[in-house]
T-cell receptor
C-alpha cells in the first residue's frame, strides 16, 4: 500500500481564494482525520470521519472550513475564502477499526503546506 | 475535553546519553497513549504506544512508561544517536472516541555528536 496520499504537497494562494486539499486514506481504514499543524498551536484535530460519516467537527475553526468524504477512498478539506492565518501544514491521517492490533495508531500522509499571501 | 501537557519543549543531549520526555493528561478515561516522531519537513510517524492496561513497554532503545494514578506517561530513549534528533509528540485518546488523539505540544530533541 502506498500509504495515505495527500495532494498537493505545497499550495500558495492569495487571500480570498478557495483552497481544496485532498486525501486518499489507506485502503480498508475506516477512520480519516484532518489535522492542522502550526508552530504556535501544534497539531490540532479539525475533523474526523468514520465510514465516510463526519463524527466530530468541533475542531473546524470557522465556517470558512468544510470537509467532505464522498467515498471510502477520498476526502477533501476546503477553505473558502482563505486568509493568511490559515497558513499551516495540513495533515490527513487514517486508521483501522478499534481493536485492530495491526495498526491501533494513525498513519499520517505527507501533508500539504499551505501558504496564503 | 482532554488536555495533554508535554515537557520539556526542547531537549539537548550528547550522543550516547539518555533522553526523557514527559507528558501529563487530564482525562482519566484516556486509555491509549502513542508517541510520534516527526523529522523536519516530514510526517509524524508512530514509534511506540502503550495502552492503559500496561505500565511499561520497550522496543529496543525506546521505552514508554505509564502511571495511570498520576495521569502521566514518559518516553525514554537510551544510547541516543544523532538520527534521533526530531520533534517528538505524545498523545492520548479514549476508547469511546476511538482515534480522536489529543497531542502534546511537542519536544524538539537535539542529539549532538
Amino acid at each position: 500500500d502506498a500509504g495515505v496520499i495527500q495532494s498537493p504537497r505545497h499550495e500558495v494562494t492569495e487571500m480570498g481564494q478557495e483552497v481544496t486539499l485532498r486525501c486518499k486514506p489507506i485502503s480498508g481504514h475506516d477512520y480519516l482525520f484532518w489535522y492542522r499543524q502550526t508552530m504556535m498551536r501544534g497539531l490540532e484535530l479539525l475533523i474526523y470521519f468514520n465510514n465516510n460519516v463526519p463524527i466530530d467537527d468541533s475542531g473546524m475553526p470557522e465556517d470558512r472550513f468544510s470537509a467532505k468524504m464522498p467515498n471510502a477512498s477520498f476526502s477533501t478539506l476546503k477553505i473558502q475564502p482563505s486568509e493568511p492565518r490559515d497558513s499551516a501544514v495540513y495533515f490527513c491521517a487514517s486508521s483501522d477499526q478499534p481493536g485492530t492490533e495491526s495498526n491501533y495508531g494513525y498513519t499520517f500522509g505527507s501533508g500539504t503546506r499551505l501558504t496564503v499571501v | 475535553g482532554e488536555n495533554v501537557e508535554q515537557h520539556p519543549s526542547t531537549l539537548s543531549v550528547q550522543e550516547g546519553d539518555s533522553a526523557v520526555i514527559k507528558c501529563t493528561y487530564s482525562d482519566s478515561a484516556s486509555n491509549y497513549f502513542p508517541w510520534y516522531k516527526q523529522e523536519l519537513g516530514k510526517r509524524p510517524q508512530l514509534i511506540i504506544d502503550i495502552r492503559s492496561n500496561v505500565g511499561e513497554k520497550k522496543d529496543q532503545r525506546i521505552a514508554v512508561t505509564l502511571n495511570k494514578t498520576a495521569k502521566h506517561f514518559s518516553l525514554h530513549i537510551t544510547e541516543t544517536q544523532p538520527e534521533d534528533s526530531a520533534v517528538y509528540f505524545c498523545a492520548a485518546s479514549k476508547g469511546t472516541s476511538y482515534g480522536k488523539l489529543t497531542f502534546g505540544q511537542g519536544t524538539i530533541l537535539t542529539v549532538h555528536p
